[in-house]
């Protein structure tokens, strides 16, 4: 579908069954929005995630789109719109930490991960969660990219420290699979600390945050939460209650300091479906490798978030993003080919990562929130 015009466009599903009678059909509207003009006054943009969001690849296209020119699509060059944050660079910035969650973004927490610095490396959001290790044989977890030059790592069933310098070896789940030469690992055992924290009163702040990193406000906060603490079948938005009371932690605290900050809480997608889950995390017994079960629980955390959009307490400054009905999990998602069988040259794309998408992926989320935040500026 490619619009022309901007206004409402209202298309129809039906479902027929094979003699062609008709079961049942339904509806939906697509709001076709102008193109985004440049706001009066510069408008910060806070991004907050998990390992999606990490390696700064949604972030940064989102923020080429928005304040670049040129490219592909073209960039609408808006010279007022600011991402903020601590972690990337330049104008890439934002808040992202692998393996975390809103429980983690809401309390006084730190993070086991451990930086290791490198001279350069060739891994990318496809290899994460796999697993290396270290000349001592402990085995690590890539838990995000930090840089070109540092990668973060958890310890995986131990509790030793990695050799001062070396090389990480490749055990399972990565796509790019060189050695990981390392010059120095830094940070100790508490490398990353909730950046909206005030450690003098003890409490979530985020006046403090801006105060601190000279950001001064915030007006739009995109949420990537969360692939993490998704445990089982959980295929209801009430199931989801824990999660989504961490959530409104975090979004209390947010409207009562900046009550004019929208905040645009983006789903996840779909994962992989063609064999990535079981690259990471096991087999069917395993809740993650277990396809239809995380299916189950993608939708139902998804219709959480929408039920909290649409709550009336949360409505006037909470907008829903639903990435996984803008995704293609079918070919965005990492896959190398094999060999259909021992006897058989003839290939297939087997996925080798379950739930981080490939750099094609992380522009489609990209692409999903872009369209959120354009419409705020028409």
Same mark, same amino acid.
């Given at each position: 579908f490619t619009p022309t015009t901007a206004g409402v466009k209202t298309f129809? @599903?039906?479902?027929? +069954?094979? +003699? $062609? !009678? %008709? @079961?049942?059909?339904? $509806?939906?509207s697509i709001n076709v929005s102008n193109t985004g003009t440049n706001p009066a006054t510069t408008k910060k943009v806070l991004c907050v995630g998990d390992s999606l969001t990490s390696g700064g690849d949604w972030t940064g296209e989102l923020q080429r789109m928005l304040a670049q020119s040129g490219g592909t699509p073209v960039g609408l060059n808006m010279s007022n719109v600011e991402l903020i944050g601590t972690q990337g660079s330049g104008s890439n910035l934002y808040e992202g930490y692998g393996g975390k969650h809103w429980e983690w973004y809401i309390n006084e927490t730190t993070s086991p991960d451990v930086?290791?610095?490198v001279t350069s490396h060739d891994k990318i959001s496809a290899d994460l969660v796999s697993i290396w290790q270290d000349s001592n044989a402990n085995q690590w977890t890539l838990e995000s990219i930090s840089s070109a030059t540092v990668l973060v790592f958890s310890r995986l069933n131990h509790v030793a420290g990695a050799p001062s310098s070396g #090389?990480?070896?490749?055990? $399972?789940?990565? !796509?790019n699979t060189s050695d990981v030469a390392y010059n120095s690992v830094g940070g100790g055992s508490s490398t990353s600390v909730n950046p909206f924290w005030n450690s003098t009163t003890d409490e979530l702040d985020f006046t403090n945050y801006v105060t601190d990193n000279s950001f001064g406000t915030i007006d739009y906060v995109c949420v990537l %939460?969360?692939?993490?603490?998704?445990?089982? +079948?959980r295929a209801l938005a009430s199931d989801h209650a824990d999660l989504i009371n961490d959530a409104k932690v975090f979004l209390d605290k947010m409207h009562s300091q900046y009550p004019d900050a929208k905040v645009k809480l983006m789903g996840i997608q779909l994962p992989s479906?063609?064999?990535?889950?079981? #690259?990471n995390y096991g087999d069917a017994n395993n809740d993650y490798g277990n396809y239809f079960s995380l299916v189950r629980t993608v939708f139902g955390l998804n219709l959480a978030y929408q039920d909290l959009a649409n709550d009336p307490s949360y409505s006037s400054f909470v907008e829903f993003v639903n990435v996984s009905a803008q995704f293609d999990s079918l070919y965005n998602m990492p896959s190398s080919a094999r060999p259909v069988n021992n006897r058989n040259t003839l290939t297939e794309d087997i996925g080798s990562n379950g739930v981080h998408p490939t750099d094609d992926g992380q522009m489609q989320i990209a692409d999903a929130i872009f369209r959120s935040m354009n419409a705020e500026f028409i």
């Open positions: 129809t @599903i039906s479902l027929y +069954d094979r +003699d $062609s !009678t %008709l @079961i049942t059909s339904n $509806s939906c930086p290791f610095n #090389t990480l070896t490749h055990v $399972s789940g990565a !796509t %939460l969360t692939w993490n603490r998704m445990a089982g +079948d479906t063609n064999g990535g889950l079981a #690259t």
